[in-house]
C-alpha cells in the first residue's frame, strides 16, 4: 500500500549557486506539496573547490575529501528544515554533478559512459538520521541511457499534453509532455552569462536580467554561436559543464562586440533562440504553452527574448502560474524520484533518457 511520505529532496545543479532543499509531501499519485525550502549556499571554500574539480584541476585525494564535505553541507542543509519542521521520512539526494560522461565511447570494448554525482549519502543519513535515497543517474546509464535528464519523469505527472517544461539552470533542458514524452537537453542556460558576469562585472550572475537590458544583441555573433553542432545533434541529447567548458566560452568571447553589456545581452538572447530553435527543429508535436522554471525563469531580459522568438500562438508561462516554485521545482521532482526508489517503483523514463528499459533509480542508505 503506498502512502504519502514527507521527503526533502536536494539538488544543486550545474550553476553550484546554492544546494536546493524542499522539504515536500508526496502523495501516492505521485502530486507533491512544498511545505517549506531552502537554498542552502555553499561555503566559499568548498563552492572554490568545486569549481576547481570543474576545471580538472585537482586531484583524486580532492574529490575523495569533498565527496564527504559536500554530503556534510546537503546535510547540514537538511538540518535547518528538520530543526524547524522535524524529521522526514526520508532524504532524496540528487548529489552534486562533478562529472558526466554521455558518450558511447570503449576501452578494451568496456563502455566508458558513465556520470558521477558526490555528496556521500552515508554522511547524510549519519547526520541527519534519516534514510537517504541517492546515486540515481547510473541506474539509468547501467541501462544504457544517458542518465539525463531524469525530471522529465515528474513532468510527465504534473503537466498536461501539449506542454513543453523548460528548465534553464546552468544548462537548459525541456520536457515535451504528449502521448510519449520526451526530452533533452536544448543547449546552455545560464552558464555562459555566469562566466561572464563574473569575468566582467565580478558578479555571480545578471540578476533580473538587468545588465543584459541595457546592451545590443549582436546578430553576427549570435549566429556564429548558434552554429554550434550540439544544436543540431538529434535527440536524445545532454550535455554539461565538460563541453560548455572555460575553454569553449573563452574561445568564443575571441569573436564577441567590445561592450561588455552587449557580451551579456547576446548571450542571453542565445540561450532563448537555442531553446526556440530546438522546438522547431526536434519536436513536431504541437506546443500549447511553454512552462519555464529554474533560475532563468528570473532573469526578465531572457523570458523577453523567449518571447520574441518562440512562435505567437504558444502560451509562456512560469512554473509559478502553477503554484510550483520555479526555485524548487527540481528539488521537489527529486523528492517524487526518491519516493519511487523507496516504494520500488520505476522512474527513469526511456523516451528521455535513451535507456533500453524502465529501471528503479536510486540508491537507499539506511541512518
Ligand atoms: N533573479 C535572477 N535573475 C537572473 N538570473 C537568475 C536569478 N536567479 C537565478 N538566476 C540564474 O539561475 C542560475 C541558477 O539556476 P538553477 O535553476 O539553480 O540552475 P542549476 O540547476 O544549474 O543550479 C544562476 O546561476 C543564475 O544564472
Ligand atoms: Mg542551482
Redesign the pocket.
Known amino acids: 500500500m503506498l502512502e504519502s511520505k514527507k521527503i526533502i529532496g536536494l539538488?544543486?545543479?550545474?550553476?553550484?549557486?546554492?544546494i536546493?532543499a524542499a522539504l515536500c509531501e508526496v502523495m501516492p499519485d505521485l502530486s507533491c506539496k512544498l511545505i517549506s525550502g531552502i537554498n542552502y549556499k555553499y561555503p566559499e571554500h568548498i563552492r572554490a573547490k568545486l569549481f576547481q574539480i570543474f576545471k580538472g584541476d585537482s586531484s583524486v585525494k580532492d574529490l575523495c575529501q569533498m565527496n564527504f564535505a559536500v554530503g556534510e553541507c546537503f546535510a547540514n542543509a537538511c538540518q535547518i528544515l528538520i530543526s524547524e519542521f522535524g524529521k522526514p521520512d526520508l532524504i532524496s539526494s540528487h548529489g552534486q554533478t562533478i562529472y558526466h560522461y554521455p558518450f558511447d565511447e570503449k576501452l578494451d570494448d568496456l563502455s566508458l559512459k558513465s556520470t558521477m554525482q558526490i555528496g556521500e549519502s552515508s554522511v547524510i543519513a549519519r547526520k541527519t538520521g534519516c534514510m537517504t535515497v541517492s546515486n540515481f543517474r547510473e541506474a539509468d546509464v547501467a541501462a544504457g541511457g544517458d542518465g539525463a535528464p531524469l525530471v522529465c519523469f515528474v513532468d510527465d505527472r504534473w503537466f498536461k499534453k501539449g506542454t513543453a517544461v523548460q528548465?534553464?539552470?546552468?544548462?537548459s533542458n525541456v520536457t515535451m509532455v504528449c502521448d510519449e514524452t520526451f526530452g533533452f537537453d536544448t543547449g546552455v542556460?545560464?552558464?555562459m552569462?555566469?562566466y561572464c558576469?563574473n569575468k566582467f562585472y565580478s558578479k555571480?550572475?545578471?540578476?533580473?536580467?538587468e545588465t543584459a537590458s541595457k546592451g545590443k544583441v549582436c546578430e553576427s555573433w549570435l549566429d556564429c554561436l548558434m552554429q554550434d553542432d550540439y544544436y543540431f545533434k538529434n535527440p536524445p541529447k545532454t550535455t554539461g559543464r565538460e563541453y560548455f567548458s572555460p575553454n569553449y566560452i573563452e574561445n568564443a568571447l575571441k569573436f564577441a562586440p567590445e561592450k561588455p553589456e552587449d557580451i551579456i545581452a547576446t548571450l542571453t538572447a542565445l540561450t532563448a533562440k537555442t531553446i526556440a530553435t530546438a522546438y522547431e527543429r526536434f519536436i513536431t508535436v504541437p506546443i500549447n504553452e511553454v512552462v519555464v522554471?529554474?533560475?532563468?525563469a528570473?532573469?526578465?531580459q531572457?523570458m523577453k527574448f523567449l518571447r520574441h522568438y518562440l512562435p505567437n500562438h504558444i502560451e509562456l508561462k512560469t512554473h509559478e502560474d502553477y503554484g510550483i516554485s520555479?526555485?524548487y521545482k527540481?528539488a521537489m521532482a527529486f523528492a517524487v524520484l526518491g519516493y519511487c526508489t523507496y516504494y520500488n517503483i520505476p522512474n527513469n523514463l526511456p523516451s528521455c533518457t535513451g535507456a533500453n528499459k524502465r529501471v528503479v533509480m536510486g540508491k537507499l542508505t539506511n541512518c
Open positions: 539538488m544543486s545543479g550545474t550553476s553550484c549557486d546554492s536546493d528548465n534553464i539552470g546552468g544548462i542556460g545560464n552558464i552569462i555566469d558576469m555571480p550572475y545578471d540578476k533580473n536580467g522554471g529554474g533560475g532563468g528570473y532573469n526578465l531572457m520555479n526555485n527540481e
